[in-house]
């Protein structure tokens, strides 16, 4: 079990906006950090902290913290955004670190 | 070059020893704690452990604790992750991913391609 929740899959319309979301009492405190996994890659940092961004990560990727939902957002969504996406953050104890399930993002 | 390197894919029995490494260049090793994350067939990541190699600090999750070791090599740059007893389910896709602590919301920056065990017998 984990201490983050995500939906298991997601869809969206190409060029349209998507919100992947993820639950737990640490995001109260501590920002998630996103990864993008496309099958056969690594995992890949999109959104960290404050909603930073890596070189690299286009700006229709950010990221955002209400209460104990933590949100990763994907504005004009691409083919190539379709990948499986992962949230990450201290857990609730603040000692340990954890990932959510993961949401498979589908653009239609 | 700013780069993780992993070993290459293992085919083992159940019971036989493992010790699978990840080389890292491009920054002072020494600097920055190193994760080990697990992916299962067909599911999610899930953190083993995170050393710091500048002291080898170890820190590992409940579910992986007693189950792996992990270890770093300074004068080689190069973290390890070690089984002294495999099992079938321990078959997985396993990265090493350079994690950072600066602030009090970590991440992970920087990931290996991943090393395949396989298990079976």
């Known amino acids: 079990s984990s201490d983050l929740t995500q939906d298991p899959a997601v869809s969206v319309a190409l060029g349209q906006t998507v919100r992947i979301t993820c639950q737990g009492d640490?995001?109260?405190?501590?920002?998630a950090s996103w990864y993008q996994q496309k099958p056969g890659q690594a995992p890949v940092l999109v959104i960290y902290g404050e909603n930073k961004r890596p070189s690299g990560i286009p700006d229709r990727f950010s990221g955002s913290n209400s209460g104990s939902t933590a949100s990763l957002s994907i504005s004009g969504a691409q083919a190539e955004d379709e990948a499986d996406y992962y949230c990450?953050?201290?857990?609730?104890?603040?000692?340990?670190?954890?990932f959510g399930g993961g949401t498979k993002l589908t653009v239609l | 070059e700013l780069q993780l390197v992993q070993s290459g894919a293992e085919v083992k029995e159940p019971g036989e020893s493992l010790k699978i490494s990840c080389k890292a260049s491009?920054?002072?090793?020494?600097?920055?704690?190193i994760g080990w994350v697990r992916q299962m067939p067909g599911k999610g990541l899930e953190l083993m452990g995170i050393?710091?190699?500048?002291?080898?600090?170890?820190t590992y999750s409940p579910s992986f604790s007693g189950q792996v070791t992990v270890s770093a090599d300074r004068a080689t740059n190069t973290a390890y992750l070690q089984w002294n007893s495999l099992k079938a389910s321990d078959t997985a896709l396993y990265y090493c991913?350079?994690?950072?602590?600066?602030?009090?919301?970590?991440?992970?920056?920087?990931w290996g391609r991943g090393t395949l065990v396989t298990v079976f017998s």
């Open positions: 050393i710091y190699p500048d002291d080898s600090r170890t």
């Open positions: 990450h953050s201290r857990d609730s104890s603040g000692y340990q670190n954890v």
């Open positions: 640490s995001f109260r405190r501590y920002y």
């Open positions: 991913a350079r994690h950072i602590t600066v602030t009090e919301h970590w991440y992970f920056d920087l």
């Open positions: 491009g920054y002072s090793f020494t600097s920055y704690w």
